[in-house]
């Protein structure tokens, strides 16, 4: 590693498992302070002791409260005075056809893939001015195209407002040196989405939509946060970065 965060103070959401720990981790890795969370506080708590040295400090938050991301971020201006990223990589959702889906999943996946960035952002706001920080949003390949054989309204229309929240958070915060971006996965290998991606028959599906013919990793996706989350990326805003296989241009 070379050091490309070294001094810099990060905010990472979702860092038990996926994409959130893998962005902990490469971070922490590179030299940042990580103050992490999840709603598995034993889970963040290993990804703590994988990373070793004490460069990441988790905390259990539900961030579909308002309360509990407030009083998050309200400990955290207490350790530190400003911060140079906050990562946005916590999500969840529930998959169902249109017609069966309940409106409590609806909701649910909205708070949980759309509200949560927002409250985040908002509270890291004041924060993230006094360094003129970066933040770094995920919205999906499902946010351009659907994959078929999987249901999944409720998760593109909270992607796809992710998308358009980054480019308004880039807007605001222009005034202000804060850089907002977002990252499109394309299918991603994780705990979450193992049994789904590595069914024979959908493993066959997503891999022909790919121009390259593998599963992502966490790791794929850390590293493109890293870069828009660094000084690498200082005329970058307002920017949505496909990192899918291909997926969106076929």
């Not at 028959?201 to 996706?221: F, H, S």
Request: aromatic share 6%; hydrophobic share 50%; with cysteine.
């Amino acid at each position: 590693m070379n050091g490309r965060l070294d001094g810099k103070i990060a905010v990472v959401t979702g860092i038990g498992a996926g994409i959130g720990k893998g962005c902990a981790l490469h971070f922490a890795r590179e030299g940042a302070m990580v103050y992490g969370c999840d709603i598995d506080l034993d889970a963040a708590r290993a990804t703590v002791d994988e990373a070793g040295a004490g460069s990441i400090h988790a905390r259990r938050v539900d961030l579909t409260r308002e309360d509990e991301v407030a009083d998050w971020f309200t400990a955290i201006a207490r350790e530190v005075q400003g911060i140079d990223a906050l990562i946005n990589a916590a999500a969840a959702a529930i998959f169902a056809p249109v017609e069966t889906m309940r409106y409590h999943d609806w909701t649910f996946t909205l708070k949980a893939e759309l509200d949560n960035v927002f409250l985040c952002c908002r509270a890291a706001w004041p924060l993230l001015k006094e360094r003129g920080g970066a933040i770094v949003n995920f919205a999906s390949a499902n946010a351009y195209v659907t994959l078929p054989g999987s249901y999944a309204a409720a998760h593109c229309a909270g992607k796809g407002g992710v998308l358009a929240l980054t480019r308004q958070l880039a807007a605001e915060g222009a005034p202000h040196g804060i850089r907002a971006n977002s990252i499109s996965p394309g299918p991603i290998l994780t705990a979450a989405t193992r049994d789904v991606f590595l069914a024979p028959e959908m493993n066959a599906t997503v891999l022909r939509g790919l121009m390259i013919k593998r599963l992502g990793q966490p790791e794929d996706i850390a590293r493109a946060a890293l870069f828009l989350a660094s000084c690498e990326a200082s005329f970058i805003t307002a920017a949505d970065l496909r990192v899918d296989g291909g997926a969106t241009a076929l």
